[in-house]
């Protein structure tokens, strides 16, 4: 073939590729610290990807305002991750190009496995957020952290819920309890409802009278489904949904006046997200979804420093949203922060000195945002019990703390739910 | 044979090239995405084989490419045993997937095979993604790193040599193809299956045999991929978009000829690193502008240069002889 | 056994109710089918960016209830001509290059405007899921034990109204058997002094409307983001396939064969395997009847 087109081809790999000696960047001049973001920005999770930089963005601010880390400014370097392959390209590009010691991101499964390999084998920290895998941890990879609990958590939480605070309420032994499982089929949905599963049979013996997985980006009608449930009559539907899908299966139950006493998610997707009151209306009234603190939060309930690190949080992402944080923020937001937390105590990035400042650190529930307190096992995971999560309910349009009882000045309503047209 | 190499001097230069790289960069990005546009490559090569010579324009491509990667997965993760024998039982896999998709599909001209190819890897998606017991479902397979060679668990540098080993694999095979009395033949298939059956070609085992062999080699790459990324997932492994890129790279580059696919993977795979290195860090509300570049790219380079690379090379040369 | 499937009066219920949900399901299949039917028989282009311009129709529809209060239904009127009009601008600036060329570059350019459309979506739009509440999507009809939604039943008959106005218009005016002469042999058809390239400016903005008003009517019934499009596309594809290319009446009995395949799989297996069935069904087809179950024999075979 041509010399001279293979010649062209050739320096436009070169000049794209190699861009020449002031390729690398490296670590920004002195006077500011720079870590590795890597989320999904486009795709299908760009919504999800754009909230968790909000969070990220305010909670940055917000640490700059008090000093930065380790005495420097913190900057981003942003990647966008949309598959594995990307994933894991752009990791590789954010620590040979842009120099990283510290990579946070990622929301989803599929991305953190990839990326978070890519920075293991460079003995680069990775700082994971949200993604709920329970085998990322797994893996023996070094300096790999989650600050979040993973899926095995949301659903531990769940059916603590249903059983201890729900099933009084109802009248009814644990034991005693039909519950239909309906999810979303991607890694999340799986993860929790699985775990969900587990529990509930092995701890309450409660009846599994459904289980159910989908594909929410091809969802169109639930009522096949519903009509199936109504045959069943369960008390309590545990449904994992996406978008859509939550809006769908309310919408239509209440068109098939498809009766139960409660519903209960997880997570700050489908029903835990703004879209599905936005969506609703008042009509979203009852349901219940696991997240971080909503409204009818008791900052008192927290220990002080954890008070003025929620209130400054909750201020920052009202005055740019405009909104309450949701979980997305408020994952991501706090991520950030306890990753300042641990810069603070180790006093550098050196993986070895950095992980032994994660390890000991050991804080109460109730000392940073979200109401979190902090104690990370021997494999980078922060412990469930020190991760404390939320029951929500939609009420009038809000997303309102419920549960537990202690943390919040609201209280839970319609258990059972009753007929649709009664829960004002 | 330094006759035939001479004969081929893009790709002397183009692997050859490939194969000095790591001796003077070690840069750990650029390695990285050299060896993608390598993998990517080979892969549009081995689409090729169907696509390109045979005529067979599939985008389930991805069917082939999701077996790899999940044999590779599942044989090192449930089975405890190494890739390599995971990528034998992809091919194995595949081949099957390959005999059935072109026996099924062995009327279909045009657009109806296209869709039938599509179906196809959506069945399978959908399958591995129930298949939870097995597969682990949605949930994906994360794909442990073990340093050595029987697992593949390699440098950067090693893995340039090992994509490079794929893509002159599938390369050879293309060549093979130019040069045998089966190329000529499946040639004829491409260019008039009707013609071709009336003179006593074996017409419909012929496009069996390039959609299996094509089906192969996609396998091996994707069993490859797996261990390279470290994470199969269901939904992105089997999706149509990469089925997409596969097809698209060999059409940039050009259909039918043996340098086109790596040509093509060279274009498009830099340029959608560069612009998403570029561009995505840039503001959260502007992610995506550099999606929206790619693809007007995509119409233009479609449109402009149906040739592909190759072709437009080739007429470069030509004029230039001419004139 | 499976209480669900037990056999008694409240099963004729059920049975009746999942009906309804097939047909009102159908209703639309069809609407988002006919134009790609039409443009696939006609033009013999596969248009891989049909789901996105849906996905416009949906915004199209939002952001006309959010920002002037206008109910969907009357902005569907609204929709027709407008979305004509971006049927003809893509057409010139995009289409028109590709239609003497291979199959493969018109199935790419398609790729290429599918990533375009949805991006264009991304930047502008952001990601969020967003939605319209017109007061008629809580509306409830019912009769007997059974339920219509509303709005799933408007939808069903403006989607009804506008095939046929469709299948009215391909039979019995003259540009309608200008166009489907030209599908039929679209070289005799030039020979006759036909206007292929007005015919396929016709055919493409026709089908783009379609698809368009269709995206109106399903605005109120699921969530609008911008990789929404995906969602349809490939079923569309099934009951295209389904019925015979370009036969707009296959396209519709297509439709509400693959809803009942959509309902009934779902009922009887579970959701999750919704999609199975209906992409067995269309390789099936392609393999026993690729014509389509209502197209002309053979026609598969003719080398589009």
């Not at chain 1, 599963?197 to 096949?224: C, H, I, S």
Request: aromatic share 12%.
């Amino acid at each position: 073939m041509s010399r001279v087109a293979l010649g062209i081809i050739v320096a436009t790999l070169a000049i794209l590729l190699g861009g020449g000696p002031d390729a690398v960047r490296g670590q920004a001049p002195t006077g500011e610290y720079k870590i590795g973001v890597l989320e999904p920005l486009t795709g299908n999770l760009a919504f999800e990807g754009k909230r968790h930089m909000e969070g990220l963005e305010v909670v940055r601010d917000l640490i700059n305002e008090r000093g930065g880390v380790m005495g420097k400014k913190l900057v981003f370097a942003v990647a966008d991750a949309t598959d594995p392959t990307a994933a894991a390209s752009e990791a590789n590009r954010l620590i040979t190009r842009e120099g990283v010691k510290i990579i946070t991101g990622t929301f989803s499964s599929r991305l953190c496995g990839a990326a978070s390999e890519v920075a293991a084998r460079h003995k680069v920290i990775y700082w994971e957020s949200s993604c709920v895998d329970p085998r990322f941890n797994k893996r023996d990879l070094k300096y790999v952290y989650r600050t979040e609990i993973d899926a095995t958590g949301f659903g531990w939480y769940n059916i603590e819920f249903i059983a201890k605070h729900l099933a009084p309420r109802f009248n009814l032994k644990p034991n005693q309890l039909k519950v239909a499982f309906l999810s979303e089929d991607s890694s999340y949905g799986q993860g929790v409802t699985e775990s969900a599963r587990q529990r509930a049979k092995t701890e309450f013996g409660m009846q599994e009278v459904m289980l159910e997985y989908y594909n929410w980006t091809t969802l169109n009608d639930m009522t096949p489904t519903i009509l199936k449930m109504k045959q069943l009559n369960p008390d309590v539907v545990h449904h994992i949904g996406f978008g859509n899908d939550a809006v769908l299966f309310w919408r239509q139950s209440k068109e098939q006046n498809f009766l139960f006493k409660a519903l209960v998610h997880a997570g700050a997707t489908g029903y835990g997200g703004a879209d599905f009151g936005k969506a609703l209306g008042n009509d979203a009234n009852g349901v219940f979804a696991l997240l971080e603190p909503g409204p009818g939060f008791r900052l008192e309930a927290l220990r002080p420093e954890g008070q003025q690190i929620e209130k400054a949080f909750r201020d920052a992402i009202q005055k740019r949203t405009g909104t309450y944080p949701f979980g997305a923020h408020q994952l991501a937001g706090a991520g950030l922060w306890l990753l300042k937390l641990v810069l603070d105590r180790a006093k550098t990035d050196d993986p070895e000195k950095f992980n032994a400042a994660v390890m000991s650190l050991d804080m109460p529930v109730g000392s940073m945002i979200n109401g979190w307190g902090v104690k990370f096992s021997e494999v980078g995971q922060n412990a469930n019990d020190r991760v404390q999560h939320y029951m929500l309910q939609w009420q009038n349009g809000q997303l309102v703390t419920v549960w537990p009882e202690e943390f919040t000045t609201l209280r839970a309503k319609w258990i059972p739910l009753g007929a649709w047209d009664q829960r004002k | 044979m330094i006759a035939r190499l001479r004969s081929r001097p893009g790709a002397v230069a183009l692997f050859g090239l490939a194969a000095l790289t790591p001796l003077f960069v070690r840069d750990a990005y650029f390695l990285d995405s050299l060896v993608l546009i390598l993998l990517w490559g080979a892969l549009s090569a081995a689409w090729n084989v169907a696509g390109g010579y045979a005529g067979q324009v599939s985008i389930g491509h991805a069917s082939f490419f999701g077996l790899g990667a999940y044999a590779a997965a599942l044989m090192v993760t449930r089975f405890g045993r190494g890739p390599w024998l995971g990528m034998l039982v992809g091919v194995v896999l595949s081949l099957g997937a390959g005999f059935i998709i072109g026996f099924l599909s062995n009327r279909l001209r045009g657009p109806y095979f296209a869709l039938s190819t599509i179906a196809f890897s959506q069945v399978l998606l959908i399958g591995v993604s129930r298949w939870r017991g097995f597969t682990a479902g949605g949930e994906g397979i994360p794909v442990p790193f073990r340093p050595g060679f029987t697992t593949l668990g390699l440098g950067h540098i090693a893995w340039v040599y090992m994509a490079l080993a794929a893509a002159l694999l599938c390369y050879a095979v293309e060549v093979y193809l130019e040069r045998s009395r089966l190329g000529y033949r499946l040639a004829g298939v491409r260019e008039d299956e009707d013609a071709a059956e009336a003179l006593g070609i074996p017409t419909r085992r012929l496009k069996v045999l390039a959609i299996a062999l094509s089906a192969a080699l996609t396998s091996i790459c994707g069993s490859l991929w797996a261990q390279y990324v470290g994470f199969v997932d269901p939904t992105y492994v089997f999706s149509v978009d990469l089925s997409v890129k596969f097809a698209l790279n060999t059409i940039i580059g050009g259909m039918g000829t043996a340098l086109g696919p790596y040509l093509g993977s060279i274009l498009i795979t830099s340029l959608e690193t560069y612009l998403r290195a570029t561009f995505s860090g840039v503001k959260t509300g502007f992610a995506g502008i550099y999606l929206i570049i790619y693809g007007t790219v995509l119409i233009l380079v479609v449109r402009f240069v149906p040739d592909g690379l190759a072709g437009f090379a080739s007429r470069l040369r030509a004029r230039r002889a001419h004139a | 056994m499976d209480p669900a499937r037990r056999l008694g009066p409240a099963q004729i219920d059920v049975l009746a109710q999942l009906a309804v949900a097939t047909v009102l399901l159908g209703g639309i299949y069809a609407l988002i089918a006919v134009g790609l039917t039409l443009i696939f028989g006609i033009m013999r282009v596969v248009n891989f960016a049909h789901g996105e311009f849906l996905m416009l129709g949906m915004y199209l529809a939002f952001w006309a209830f959010a920002l002037y209060a206008v109910d969907p239904y009357v902005v569907v009127l609204l929709s027709i001509p407008v979305f004509f009009v971006v049927g003809l601008v893509t057409y010139v600036l995009v289409m028109r290059g590709v239609i003497q060329a291979s199959h493969n570059v018109q199935i790419f350019t398609t790729v290429g405007l599918s990533v375009v459309l949805q991006n264009v979506a991304l930047v502008a739009w952001a990601g969020d899921f967003r939605f319209v509440r017109p007061w008629h999507l809580s509306t409830v009809i019912r009769a007997g034990s059974t339920t219509f939604n509303l709005s799933q039943v408007v939808a069903f008959l403006i989607a009804v109204g506008l095939t046929v106005a469709l299948v009215a218009f391909m039979k019995w005016t003259h540009a309608g058997r200008v166009m489907r002469a030209t599908a039929q042999d679209r070289d005799a058809a030039t020979l006759m002094g036909i206007d292929t390239d007005r015919v396929y400016r016709l055919t493409f903005a026709i089908g783009i409307a379609a698809v368009g008003a269709a995206g109106v009517l399903v605005a109120p019934l699921y969530a609008i983001y911008p990789t929404a499009g995906l969602q349809f596309v490939l079923l569309a594809y099934v009951v295209v396939v389904l019925g015979g290319l370009g036969d707009m009446f296959g396209a519709m009995l297509g439709s509400f064969i693959v809803a009942a395949v959509e309902v009934a799989g779902s009922y009887l297996f579970g959701t999750a395997w919704k999609e199975i069935f209906y992409f067995i069904l269309f390789i099936l087809v392609l393999v026993f009847r690729p014509a389509g179950l209502f197209g002309q024999r053979g026609a598969e075979t003719l080398g589009v």
